[in-house]
């Protein structure tokens, strides 16, 4: 049987999170044959360079930090609607309850859910299956 391929960008400025995520998700995907390619990137201004690297490809998903250095979360939305990828579905994920306040209505328009930190990498996952449905 053959699988459907999604790329999935993961965006956090923790290793550890990069790390579990690009090893869980496609384990995770497996199991329901779908399969995943994680590219990472460790803030806004990496990941804005890696859509570039990846051109004329998209990612299917992009999971997102919100407190990052050098260009946080919610900039990197800026940008990427600015830029053209506003139809990329977006997962946030954030410490602070609060973060759901400071979204402007562009940005709501291409966050699907925000996940409260500490994650999980299964509710990550659960979170990315809904937008990689097989085509």
């Known amino acids: ?13 923790e290793y550890t999170i990069r790390d579990i995520l690009s ?7 497996e199991k329901d ?6 590219l990472t990137a ?3 201004a990496d990941a804005l360079k890696r859509l570039e690297e990846i051109k004329p490809e998209t ?3 992009i999971v997102s930090d919100i407190t990052m250095p050098i260009m946080n979360g919610l900039e990197f939305l800026t940008q990427l609607n600015d830029k053209g990828y ?10 602070n309850s609060d973060d759901m306040k400071n979204l402007s209505d562009n940005h709501r328009a291409i966050v699907k859910e925000i ?16 937008y990689t449905i097989p085509r």
Do not use: H
């Not at 049987?1 to 400025?13: A, N, P, R, S």
């Not at 996940?115 to 809904?130: M, T």
């Open 33 to 38: 044959n779908l399969e995943y390619e994680v």
């Open 59 to 61: 990612p299917d998903v």
């Open 86 to 95: 506003r139809s990329i579905p977006v997962i946030l994920c954030s410490g």
């Open 42 to 44: 460790e803030n806004g």
């Open 115 to 130: 996940l409260q930190k500490p994650i999980r990498s299964l509710y990550v996952y659960n979170a990315v299956k809904k």
């Open 1 to 13: 049987m053959e699988t459907d391929k999604y790329k999935i960008l993961v965006i956090d400025d």
């Open 23 to 29: 090893r869980a998700l496609p384990i995770f995907a």
